[in-house]
């Protein structure tokens, strides 16, 4: 029984309290969330909700995060967007087994990564500008069901630049998390999984193999919900946490969005969009002007690549006039236009469906990922170009440091792609340039296809900062 769109209020998830100053402890646990009005349905969830608790950083200001895994599954926990030291970042073969459970995990593994039972910190020193980012679960093999299933919340880090602007806050800062799922006549997610214990083989029945999409969209994990608003301006932190989808947002009565950021944080100044591309992994930082609303006025969000029931999103329904001092400054902040040397090294990724060691999957150069890969170093401080060329969609995802589109095919930048990103999205037979260069941490690190069926069909690939 799905609900009408635009009846269930929008959820907020709640800011994680910290254990002490910059420490944070996460319980990852199977819990029941009613997701849909009336049903429960069955979530992997960080501290047992989906989406997880927000964690609030300070940039400069280092946080410690504890998990505990408490579900029946193995995990690795990524902090999409951050500048991590590798040991922290979330490597996919790096594993923490379930408390109590640990033995019956060993040997199911390739167990070249850190295995850790029960327990682990993750580090994060926030040597890095405001922007909203976002962890998620991001095990070999299994990133797509586990992410499915709940495993993922928003992590923002605030710095001084920003609490200079005056930007909407407090109730009129929204973070939202758009996912599209399924679910079985149960209530339960419905992941086509080729393996539902998420023990043995990864992928998914070939119907899903471009990717799985749902037929319900959830916002905060909420079913096409709608927010009670101000007759007033609403800074939205929108994420796109879909496996697979994409969407085309747009507002009702031509409200557009407003872009003051990206993936990496502020732009250098605002960016007006009629329509809000957005793909999987990808963070917009928008604000939309409900002022001119008149009370009573239902503002849809609506998905113009979605059809039927995908077609709608969530909505504001404007309530009540409200006093607002906010605005959106013309300069925002210090990005400087992206610039590489002549003479930096020029490096092509090939994203492309292909054979990953006998079987059907997807690949990077002709290959599938190979944790032992040396193919990629990249020495730090080094600007070059990275070349990202594709068959379909591919939404290619680089840790460690954002980079800067430099161009799309012929032209320059996409509408999109303006300011530091971690995500871009390739669209089909496209070729985009950016300019990346690491900093910080020499290690291994990955860059991947974040549709996360991809992703999990071994469209990845290690890159070594040395
Ligand atoms: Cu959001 Cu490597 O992932
Ligand atoms: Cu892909």
Not at 37 to 49: A, K, Q, W
Not at 134 to 146: E, G, K, Q
Not at 308 to 331: H, I, K, L, W
């Amino acid at each position: 029984p799905l609900p009408a769109p635009y009846r269930v209020p929008l959820p907020v998830p709640p800011v994680a309290r910290p254990v002490a100053p910059g420490r944070y402890l996460i319980t990852q646990r199977v819990a029941e969330q009613e997701v849909l009005p009336g049903v429960r349905t069955p979530v992997l969830g960080y501290d047992g909700i989906f989406p997880g608790p927000t964690i609030e950083s300070r940039s400069g200001q280092e946080v410690v995060v504890r998990h505990r895994n408490e579900l029946p599954v193995p995990t690795v926990v990524h902090l999409h967007g951050g500048h991590t030291p590798p040991e922290h970042d979330g490597w996919p073969l790096d594993l923490l087994l379930p408390v109590g459970d640990a033995q019956g995990w060993t040997g199911h593994h390739r167990m070249t990564g850190d295995v850790v039972a029960g327990e682990r910190d993750h580090r994060y020193p926030m040597t890095q500008r405001a922007a909203t980012l976002w962890y998620h679960d991001h095990r070999m093999d299994f990133t797509a069901p586990a992410v499915y299933r709940g495993l993922a919340g928003f992590h923002l880090v605030r710095d001084d630049v920003e609490d200079a602007l005056p930007l909407p806050r407090g109730d009129r800062e929204l973070p939202l998390m758009l996912c599209d799922r399924s679910f079985t006549a149960d209530g339960e997610f419905a992941y086509p999984g080729l393996d539902r214990g998420m023990r043995g083989l990864p992928g998914v029945e070939d119907a899903w193999s471009a990717g799985v999409l749902g037929d319900v969209v959830l916002v905060n994990g909420a079913p096409w919900p709608v927010h009670e608003a101000d007759a007033a301006r609403y800074r939205l932190r929108i994420l796109n946490a879909s496996n697979a989808r994409r969407y085309r947002l747009v507002l009702d009565g031509g409200v557009p969005f407003v872009q003051i950021g990206s993936d990496g944080g502020l732009l250098a100044a605002p960016v007006r969009h009629d329509v809000l591309d957005i793909a999987p992994g990808e963070r917009f930082d928008v604000v939309v002007d409900l002022s001119a609303v008149p009370v009573g006025t239902e503002v849809r969000m609506t998905n113009a690549l979605g059809e039927g029931r995908t077609a709608d999103v969530m909505a504001f329904r404007v309530v009540r006039t409200a006093r607002d001092d906010s605005a959106v400054p013309e300069r925002l902040s210090d990005v400087e236009p992206p610039a590489v040397p002549a003479g930096a090294p020029l490096r092509t990724f090939t994203f492309a469906r292909g054979d990953t060691g006998g079987h059907s999957g997807w690949t990077i150069n002709d290959e599938g990922f190979d944790p032992d890969s040396r193919r990629y170093e990249t020495p730090l401080g080094q600007p070059e170009v990275w070349r990202f060329v594709t068959d379909v969609h591919h939404p290619v995802h680089v840790h460690l440091d954002p980079f800067r589109v430099l161009r799309r095919g012929s032209g320059g930048p996409g509408p999109f792609d303006a300011g530091w990103k971690d995500t871009v999205d390739v669209r089909p037979g496209e070729v985009v340039d950016v300019a990346v260069r690491f900093t910080g941490y020499r290690g291994r690190y990955v860059l991947h296809c974040h549709n996360l069926e991809h992703e999990d069909m071994a469209m990845m690939v290690a890159v070594n900062t040395v």
